[in-house]
């Protein structure tokens, strides 16, 4: 049995221009860098048994802050990247729409077998992506059957994990947060994922943002 302690990567300059970042390697921006720093502050005083991380520069600086002070490396899983968009990465969401439009709908209406304009790479469909993010934590937790992990991705793998473990379809609309920074808890039981707590930003408040700064 394992708790899985899932979490969103920091805020990033791309985040907040609403532009799509998918596989392009963005570092978090100041305002990240502070909230990975009062994640790692909040976190101190639970035992991790390991840190696992995307292999995206934004979610490996949000794993260092959680590593920093604990005798455990970060442990790099590219399979915990977020989806490959193609041609959309890098476009704010405006553009993409301007410019594909039929595209665009299909990818807001979450159309599972939908397939993305290639760009320097070949986009993922939705159903492909699915399968990826949750087989990859999945996979974490039965291959190392540990009790506590910290496992540190993007917000389109959060979703997935989310909809995977109340066994949410795609069809439904999406009823829950994925915050920058946060932490969301799971429990493997090792046949399945189940929510225990979601979208715990309270460490992001601005009295614990101001005691990070005063550190």
Same mark, same amino acid.
């Given at each position: 049995m394992t708790e899985i302690l899932l979490i969103r990567h920091g805020e990033t300059d791309w985040n907040t221009e609403r532009r799509l970042q998918g596989h392009l390697d963005i570092a978090l921006n100041a305002e990240g860098v502070r909230q990975a720093q009062a994640l790692g502050h909040a976190l /101190?005083?639970?035992t991790l048994d390991a840190i696992f991380s995307s292999?995206?520069?934004r979610a490996r600086q949000t794993?260092?802050?959680?590593?920093?002070?604990?005798? #455990?490396e !970060?442990?790099?899983?590219?399979?915990?990247?977020?989806?490959?968009?193609?041609a959309f990465e890098g476009l704010r969401?405006?553009?993409?729409e301007e410019r594909y439009p039929?595209?665009?709908?299909?990818? /807001?209406? /979450?159309? #599972?077998?939908? !397939?993305?304009?290639?760009?320097?790479q070949v986009a993922e469909t939705l159903r492909e992506f699915a399968a990826r993010a949750v087989g990859a934590v999945v996979g974490l937790a039965v291959a190392h059957q540990l009790r506590r992990i910290a496992v540190v991705s993007h917000g389109g793998v959060l979703e997935?994990?989310?909809r995977e473990a109340r066994g949410l379809g795609w069809s439904a609309p999406r009823d829950f947060d994925i915050r920058n920074a946060s932490i969301n808890r799971l429990h493997w039981n090792g046949n399945?994922? /189940? !929510? #225990?707590?979601w979208g715990d930003v309270a460490h992001l408040q601005q009295d614990a943002l101001d005691e990070v700064d005063r550190g």
């Open positions: /101190r005083g639970e292999d995206l520069g794993a260092q802050a959680i590593a920093a002070g604990r005798a #455990l !970060v442990q790099i899983e590219p399979g915990l990247r977020e989806r490959c968009y193609g969401h405006a553009d993409i039929r595209e665009y709908a299909a990818w /807001r209406g /979450r159309e #599972l077998d939908a !397939v993305l304009p290639a760009g320097a997935c994990i989310c399945t994922l /189940r !929510v #225990l707590a």
